[in-house]
Every structure is written in C-alpha cells, then in structure tokens.
C-alpha cells in the first residue's frame, strides 16, 4: 500500500470529532453574594458545557476556596464572600487541568478513575493523562 492510501484510511478510522472546527468557551461565572454567603446561580448550565460530575467539580471549588459548599436546587453555595473574579478564574483553572485535552486542546474529555489513579481519557484523539488528585 502507498503512504497515501495509509493516510486515508488511518483518517477513516477517527471518530468525527477530531475534524470539527469549533470554538469551545469556557462559561461565565454568575454569582451574588448575600449576607456571608456566596451563591453560583448557573452551576447547572456549567456543568452541562464543561460536562462534569458535580461532586467532582464542587470539590476542587471548595478545596480551592478553603470553605464549605451545599447546593441548594440549581445552585451552589459557598460559605464567605468570593469575588466573580476569584469564581471564573478557578473555573478557568479546573476547564484547564480536568476538561480541555494536553495533546489536541478539545473539550471532548472523560474523567476514568483506574487503579485509584483519575485519568483524562480523550474521544477525540484517544490521548489519556493522569490528573492531579483534589486536596481533602
């Protein structure tokens, strides 16, 4: 066979995603602080676009906030006052380590716990890196 007809079937066999052209953006933190509490009023609607499991990524926000977080219907709450600022940059931070693939930079990411080690495991293009795990 020529390096050609090599190429084109090598390219057959990649899911569809890889030849896709789109632009993937991070979503916007909406959050309103009362009293002592802050409140994420779209963590549904973050977690639907970076598709993540809500425990996980509550976990990192609270880690890295060191505070508490309950989710109340649509809604998370963090104990204390934190800055929208503060809130998209972590979340910029978690899209970077935990759902945008190293190799290829697609959001088309799973996370896959094998051996007690987290792995992201890429539909794209089939790459797979460890992650760190979330502090305690």
């Known amino acids: 066979m020529e390096y050609k ?3 084109a079937r090598a390219r057959k066999q990649l899911p569809e995603k890889v030849f896709e052209k789109f632009r993937f ?3 916007n933190v909406q959050s309103v602080i009362e009293g002592n509490k802050t409140f994420v009023v779209n ?3 973050i977690l639907e676009i970076i598709n993540r499991d809500e425990n996980h ?4 926000l609270a880690g890295e906030l ?4 309950t989710v109340e219907g649509h809604r998370a709450v963090f104990a204390g006052k934190h800055a929208k600022v503060t809130l998209q940059t972590l979340l910029e931070r978690y899209t970077k380590e935990f759902v945008i693939c190293n190799e290829c930079t697609k959001p088309d990411t ?3 716990t094998r051996d007690r080690i987290l792995w992201k495991v890429c539909h794209a293009c089939g790459a797979q890196s460890a992650v ?3 502090r305690k």
């Open 5 to 7: 007809d090599l190429l």
């Open 25 to 27: 953006e991070i979503p």
């Open 43 to 45: 963590l549904r609607d």
């Open 66 to 69: 060191a505070t508490s977080v």
């Open 57 to 60: 990524f509550l976990k990192f």
């Open 132 to 134: 760190k795990p979330l």
């Open 110 to 112: 799973v996370l896959e």
